[in-house]
């Protein structure tokens, strides 16, 4: 899959048609994943300023530090001419230099910087600022044939992630020392960057987004592995496993997995065109409170994924808005007991025309290493 088939020239124009369809003169975009989509170009974050200017009408301009110039040339992106700025120059006149006339309004990148944001409305001041996700939202949320592959290419890899974990689980390890084993097999399996790595054994598996720690793993813990990282392509990888190292789990957690895997299953199997992301989420939320365990399952199902680990659609209840084929997302219930531990399933799907389909293919039943 070559990366102009993932950041094809088109797709600045489909942003521009978007841009003016929205009544926005420009958007104005700093280094994120909205850059990264229009252009292909992983820019560096820093207090040098790195903009891409693209008008609802004209040449798009990419604005970028002269030091850096290389990089943003060597993008897999086209349709943009470069302009360079110097250290010690002030970049911003460049930015209204590169629209071609007055601008009313302009979408600015969801996650810029607040100087950032303050020096373009001084540039700008007869500008509206409105957020750039109000048109890139529509376009990124369903992913061409090309992102999909991406994202598959993705899961394989942390899927081969979780098929080594016997080798670093073992009771008397610390979660920290785990982390650190998994992270390096999170690059050799063909990332570039490292996430996250959630190691959470016993009393620490109640905790979502507990992280690591330096407690040792004991014997019949149960252990939350939740990984993700980001592909040479750009996209992203986020799969959730739960284990049981070196001993029988308590009762009371495998009875209360059983639950929680019917639930996963369930709401996998709900996925297809036409259905809301909030059914998706009542589906497995249904199966966890039938068992009794309604107030343990403390997130939503799902988020979605692609150059961002966590973007729309939300798998959530409110939102109403109908799945469609090639969006895709994460489908990970969990049950999580203070205090005691706490089980979490995550895959990521993506929708077909006529269901979904599961990019994670490792067994999602209880693992005992």
């Not at 992913?143 to 999909?148: D, I, N």
């Not at 920290?176 to 390096?184: C, F, H, S």
């Not at 252990?223 to 990282?229: L, P």
């Not at 959730?240 to 639950?259: I, K, L, N, Q």
């Amino acid at each position: 899959m070559g990366t102009n088939e993932l950041y094809p020239a088109e797709r600045l124009a489909a942003a521009q048609r978007a841009t003016a369809a929205a009544g926005l003169d420009a958007l104005l975009l700093t280094p994120g994943s909205d850059l990264r989509y229009l252009t292909g170009y992983d820019a560096h974050v820093g207090e040098r300023l790195t903009c891409l200017v693209l008008p609802a009408e004209g040449e798009p301009t990419l604005i970028v530090p002269v030091l850096e110039r290389p990089g943003a040339e060597a993008a897999p992106g086209t349709g943009f001419r470069i302009v360079d700025h110097a250290d010690g120059t002030d970049p911003y006149p460049l930015v209204r230099a590169a629209l071609p006339g007055p601008a009313a309004a302009v979408g600015l990148a969801d996650r810029m910087w607040a100087e950032q944001v303050l020096a373009l409305r001084a540039t700008l001041p007869d500008a509206t600022q409105r957020l750039a996700s109000e048109v890139l939202r529509e376009l990124r949320i369903r992913k061409s044939p090309a992102e999909v592959a991406a994202l598959a290419e993705a899961g394989a890899a942390i899927d081969a992630v979780h098929r080594r974990m016997g080798e670093w689980l073992r009771p008397g390890r610390t979660e920290v020392a785990v982390a650190a084993d998994i992270a390096t097999a999170i690059r050799a399996a063909g990332h570039v960057t490292v996430d996250f790595v959630i190691v959470a054994a016993g009393p620490n598996g109640a905790s979502p987004h507990h992280g690591t720690s330096d407690r040792p793993i004991r014997a019949g813990e149960p252990v939350v592995v939740d990984i993700g990282g980001t592909m040479p392509s750009g996209y992203r990888s986020d799969c959730t496993r739960t284990y049981v190292v070196g001993g029988s789990a308590p009762a009371e957690f495998t009875d209360y997995y059983t639950v929680l895997y019917e639930a996963q299953r369930a709401a996998v199997a709900a996925v297809r065109p036409g259905v809301s992301a909030e059914a998706v989420d009542a589906v497995a939320r249904d199966v966890i409170a039938a068992a009794g365990h309604g107030d343990a399952f403390l997130h939503r199902t799902g988020h979605g994924i692609g150059l961002d680990t966590h973007e729309e659609p939300y798998v959530v209840a409110g939102n109403s808005r109908p799945i469609e084929a090639g969006m895709a997302f994460s489908v990970e219930p969990g049950i999580y007991l203070a205090g005691r531990h706490g089980a979490r399933i995550e895959d990521i799907v993506v929708c077909t025309t006529d269901g979904g389909q599961r990019l994670n293919t490792t067994p999602t039943e209880l693992i005992a290493l």
